[in-house]
């Protein structure tokens, strides 16, 4: 009974992408909701429906449900418009969500850590290819997801160039490689060329199944990886992530922009840019969790508050 909802499902998820949306999750959600009504025997959306479902699993969390009847009042709100017999559940519904996570700040002795655990996995080439993720993250701040998606030919290691085409909201952007991080790349390459099982796929980093990874995979790993590196967490809400090797990339380069002296508004600027953020505030909450950036950022106004005539702010 919900085939016209999958058209209109189809239809409204190729609305949000062209407004710069992934939505690979909310759309395998709202796929499972679909079948969800269809049990039902329903053909429109009902609050009793959305609420049933977005409670599953039993035991799941709240902030999960919360996330599950997101998804589902973001369609049902389009498919209100088109048609009021459908219902939008209120937004007071499960209303819970999670606080945002402190960064967890790597420094070089943990990412060495992690490095150095993923001599515990299995294959030779599931660890090189950890190994290798790893300090891609670490070094370049590109996002799980953008490292995922580089394909071969998005690697040039004869100009030392990265080029990052599947960033959020559809950005693409080149970043120029240090020497040796386009030795490990090339490392890297050569031992999956070797150990890799020949298949049809374009993506640089591969499975042990020659296939290109998969998120949830290179997450469970990290997890495991972080045990074994004994890192723990620094609050209930600061735990180690592999996300926030992006963050310690951008502390990174400020810290260091300090150091040499250089313009920090300039640099942020910069780095937004190369982070792939659409603006520089998005770039700034990633450094606000760094209580040394931030105290050479208040040096260097008291500095320049100093420096100015009497009477100016």
């Known amino acids: 009974m919900t085939g016209p909802l999958r058209a209109e499902l189809a239809d409204y998820l190729a ?3 062209a407004l710069g949306y992934r939505l690979a999750r909310p759309e395998k959600l709202l796929g499972q909701f679909l079948e969800h009504l269809e049990r039902l025997g329903e053909s429109r959306i009902t609050v009793v429906a959305a609420l049933d479902w977005a409670r599953l699993p039993a035991g799941g969390s709240c902030h999960w449900w919360a996330y599950r ?8 709100t389009y498919l209100h418009a088109l048609d009021p017999a459908h219902e939008v559940p209120a937004t007071q519904l499960l209303p819970q969500r999670p606080r945002r996570a402190c960064p967890y700040l790597y420094s070089d002795d943990d990412i060495a850590a992690l490095i150095t655990a993923t001599n515990s996995l299995r294959t030779a080439l599931r660890r090189t290819t ?33 080029v990052v085409r599947h960033g959020k909201f559809g950005k693409a952007r080149e970043l120029v490689l240090h020497p040796t ?9 050569r031992v999956r060329d070797r150990l890799a099982p020949v298949t049809a796929t374009s993506a640089f980093f591969v499975s042990t199944a020659g296939t290109r990874l998969r998120y949830c995979n290179v997450h469970n ?6 045990r074994l590196a004994g890192l723990t967490p620094r609050s209930a809400s600061c735990r180690p992530r592999i996300h926030d090797l992006r963050h310690s990339f951008a502390v990174r380069a400020m810290l260091d922009a300090y150091a040499a002296g250089q313009d920090g508004q300039a640099r942020l600027t910069l780095l937004s ?12 909450w990633y450094l606000s969790a760094s209580p040394e950036l931030m105290a050479l950022a208040g040096q260097r106004l008291e500095a320049h508050l100093a420096g100015q005539p009497a009477g100016r702010p």
């Open 221 to 226: 790993a990290f997890h495991r990886l972080v």
């Open 273 to 284: 840019t190369w982070l792939g953020h659409v603006h520089p505030a998005s770039t700034y």
């Open 69 to 76: 009847l997101s998804a589902v009042r973001g369609f049902a």
């Open 15 to 17: 609305l949000r992408r």
């Open 130 to 162: 950890l190994a290798t993720v790893i300090g891609v993250l670490a070094v370049t701040g590109i996002r799980v997801g953008e490292a995922i998606a580089l394909d071969r030919g998005d690697v040039d290691l004869a100009s030392g160039l990265l």
């Open 181 to 189: 991080t386009v030795e490990a790349l090339r490392h890297y390459q």
